[in-house]
Nanobody
Framework: QVQLQESGPGLVNPSQTLSLLCSVS?????????WSWFRQPPGKGLEWIGD???????YYSPSLESRTSISRDTDKNQFTLRLRSVTPEDTAVYYC????????????WGQGTQVTVSS
């Protein structure tokens, strides 16, 4: 059973960096899958943020690319999202997920974590 679990602060000050960790069990992040971050702002749809596939390459949404970085720790089987210079518009529920390839639907999701950007 593949499980993903997000963790990180629930409140971030404006202009700071949002950092979230996704811990994976039941599969290796170096296996043949894409490991992804998504978010859903209040009252809006799901938004793709970026991927770090099994190769270790990274792909980002063009709208967020200038502020986003995704990295991984293969020893701990974890991957991390960092979003810089956050504003209240970055308030959302953030999810990590696994999918077979870029653009495919995810087959496993974390439970999601609420992040609020506010002073």
């Amino acid at each position: 059973q593949v499980q993903l679990q997000e963790s990180g602060p629930g409140l971030v000050n404006p202009s700071q960096t949002l950092s979230l960790l996704c811990s994976v069990s039941g599969d290796s992040i170096t296996a043949n899958y894409y490991w992804s971050w998504f978010r859903q702002p209040p009252g809006k749809g799901l938004e793709w943020i970026g991927d770090i596939p099994y190769t270790g390459s990274t792909y980002y949404s063009p709208s967020l690319e200038s502020r986003t970085s995704i990295s991984r720790d293969t020893d701990k089987n974890q991957f991390t999202l960092r979003l810089r210079s956050v504003t209240p518009e970055d308030t959302a529920v953030y999810y990590c997920a696994r999918r077979a390839a870029a653009g495919w639907a995810a087959d496993y999701w974390g439970q999601g974590t609420q992040v609020t950007v506010s002073s």
